[in-house]
């Protein structure tokens, strides 16, 4: 199967302008169907929840309420698996939560070097780039320069704590509450929680500048 | 295994690249993949630990070449072949030359329960920690043959143990079918200067099991 299973995905459409891995991967699922072993409709099902129901707004409704309720953060920091179970998000790829708190001192930042572990119950599938080599190789040796492609410069005087999940622990990152938000509502809080935020790669939004 | 999976701290690979308003999906075949990934992955004939093994051995030219979701469906290929699921016959031909193992489909019904389920990882704990909070550790210096989740740029490195997990699945035997083997976990703090001679105050946390570990 080595080499056939990719690289000429833009030279063999067929007439439905079909690519090539979306024939073989057709292919693949009609024989399992055949066996047996697949309900289409389950596959449905799966794609619809982690496009429509799983992705970074859970994790902005978790930091929102961090930021406004200690008696919250405190159980985040201590317990996050079942502090976030408690919002309605848990299960696959989020069995084991910790939450990361940043400071004006410690910037935390998460990577999976080895693959791709990512905390799907609060930040839905992960962007190709935190799956990619890019990502991958430099943020564990380069993290002020990885940061910098985000657009993102600490002062030097703040400690970069990466997390390389290498585990089945997933990590969230709770980025620093911005300025002047005291009066927010929590959807409103929400709505400054950028997913790259949550990751470390970027930093909650300024309300002044939110749309 | 040493493979070009164990990306940390090489070099190369150009700028990272962000696409804003990213979809989930870019294409249709990648939901098809993801899906029958996790549907197959539901007939538990294979665990978390076998599927990762099977992406990182696809060859490393093709490994690198590859998008996220192809990598996948060579995984599951392979996952499929392995477990007798299908013959390298029938993944050639797309036609079932045979008749099926016995296998209970994931039902649609059940989709959102198996999810909200997961598949917790941590273990009773059989002995006791050998290592404690604040103590200073080594990752050994160990080239496993298969499956390990220790990556090259730690091995020989003197870090801090700054959590202790409690004892969880250990990938090394999960990997390869010689059992759970339940070893304790724990988060070992690097800072940057051990890892690359840089005087950079970055730290670099990695969770690893005991069985990497030695006392320093």
């Known amino acids: ?211 | 295994m040493n493979g070009v999976h164990d990306m940390g701290g090489t070099a190369g690979f150009g700028p990272i690249s962000p696409q804003s308003d990213e979809p989930v999906f870019h294409e249709h075949w990648e939901r098809r993949v993801f899906a029958l990934t996790l549907a197959m992955g539901a007939a538990r004939k294979w665990n978390i630990d076998t599927s990762r093994h099977a992406r990182e051995t696809v060859p490393p030219v093709q490994y690198l070449s590859s998008s996220y979701y192809q990598l996948w469906f060579a995984g599951l290929r392979k996952l499929l072949s392995a477990a007798g699921l299908v013959g390298e016959d029938e993944l050639a031909s797309g036609t079932s030359l045979r008749p099926p193992t016995a296998v209970t489909p994931l039902k649609p019904e059940d989709v959102a329960s198996v999810l909200a389920r997961g598949t917790p990882y941590a273990r009773p704990s059989s002995a006791p920690a050998r290592f404690r909070l604040g103590e200073q550790v080594r990752a050994r210096n160990i080239h496993v043959e298969g499956h390990t989740r220790l990556p090259r740029y730690v091995r020989g490195r003197r870090g801090e143990i700054v959590r202790v997990h409690g004892t969880f699945v250990f990938p090394d035997s999960n990997a390869h079918g010689r059992g759970e083997d339940p070893q304790w976990l724990y988060t070992v703090a690097f800072t940057a200067a051990e890892l690359w001679g840089e005087t950079d105050n970055a730290i670099v946390n990695l969770d690893l099991w005991e069985p990497y570990l030695e006392g320093a």
């Open chain 1, 1 to 211: 199967m080595a080499g056939n299973d990719h690289g000429d995905d833009h030279h063999h459409d067929d007439e439905h302008g079909l690519s090539g891995m979306a024939l073989k991967v057709k292919a693949l699922e009609s024989l399992l169907i055949d066996k047996g072993y697949i309900d289409p409709a389950a596959l449905d099902r799966l794609i619809e929840i982690y496009e429509k129901n799983i992705g970074p707004r859970n994790g902005a409704s978790v930091v929102a309420r961090a930021w406004r309720d200690p008696a919250f953060k405190a159980w985040l920091l201590a317990d996050a698996t079942a502090a976030i179970a408690s919002m309605g998000f848990a299960g696959r790829q989020g069995e084991h939560m910790v939450a990361l708190e940043n400071t004006e001192t410690v910037h935390n930042m998460v990577v999976c070097t080895l693959c791709s572990c990512y905390p799907w119950p609060v930040l839905g599938l992960p962007p190709v780039w935190y799956k990619s080599a890019p990502y991958r190789s430099r943020a564990v040796i380069d993290p002020r320069g990885v940061l910098a492609e985000f657009g993102v410069t600490l002062p030097k005087s703040t400690t970069v704590r990466l997390w390389d999940s290498t585990a089945e622990i997933r990590y969230l990152v709770i980025p620093l509450r911005p300025q002047n938000t005291e009066h927010l509502s929590d959807d409103r809080l929400a709505a400054l929680v950028t997913r790259d935020s949550m990751i470390g790669t970027g930093l909650a939004l300024s309300p002044d500048t939110a749309p």
